[in-house]
């Protein structure tokens, strides 16, 4: 149980252009979604967290107009990179947990590879 | 400023042999420490959990321990196998909506 999916897997986009990548949890429900980017050898980095129905919290230095997080339902959240430019590319990881008030585990999604050109 | 720490130099053991990874952390106040697994181009898959006022907690071959003194978690592969060769991320719980913030993992190679 507890399985994340992602969609794309991987995408290459042109500069200038807007990615949405989607985040699913198959088999329960998620009360909370988190998104995360990661740089090769380096640390998840937290970019927001998401309660479904209500607007995402984002962690500073990330820009919520370029990066729009919309958690519809409690087994859905999508993260559109918008306008995205080279300096974007990276691994974007979403998690789902099931609690928010107390110490959950967090299920992963297997990534999604964003490549700008 | 804070930071979580992690040997950035690879583990490499023998198989049959307990590996140690060790995550030091400062400026932090964790509610809880948790442990995942990373594979190359995937995304971490949960361990274990600990929370403040627990000393140690184990899974079939996995161990960790947590001293809030220290500031530092110990995790502990027993009985190694070339299957367990893959990132190991620290990762701490914070008050609040359950974030959590990552150290840079620590490679694990466990040789046949």
């Known amino acids: 149980g507890a399985v994340v999916s992602q969609h794309p897997s991987w995408v290459i986009c042109k500069s200038g252009t807007s990615v949405k990548i989607e985040c699913r949890s198959l088999d329960f429900q998620a009360t909370t979604m988190f998104w995360y980017r990661q740089f090769p050898k380096q640390s998840l980095m937290l970019m927001a967290t998401s309660n479904e129905g209500s607007k995402a919290t984002y962690e500073q230095g990330v820009e919520k107009d370029k990066f729009l997080i919309n958690h519809a339902s409690l087994t859905l959240s999508t993260l559109t990179v918008t306008s995205a430019h080279p300096e974007d590319s990276s691994f974007y990881i979403c998690s789902a947990s099931r609690g928010w008030d107390r110490a959950y585990e967090q299920y992963f999604g297997p990534g999604t590879r964003l490549t700008v050109t | 400023s804070q930071k979580i720490e992690q040997n950035s130099e690879a583990l490499n053991i023998q198989e049959g042999k307990t590996a140690t990874l060790t995550c030091n952390y400062t400026?932090?106040?964790?509610?809880?420490l948790q442990w995942y697994r990373q594979d190359p181009g995937r995304g971490p898959v949960f361990l274990l959990l600990?929370?403040?006022?627990?000393k140690e907690k184990r899974k079939e071959r996995l161990k960790v321990t947590f001293d809030t003194t220290l500031k530092q978690s110990l995790f502990h592969i027993t009985a190694s196998q070339p299957a367990d060769s893959a990132t190991y991320l620290c990762a701490l719980g914070l008050y609040g909506n359950n974030r959590l913030a990552f150290g840079k993992g620590n490679q694990v190679v466990v040789i046949p």
């Open positions: 600990i929370r403040e006022n627990e």
């Open positions: 400026n932090y106040s964790p509610a809880y």
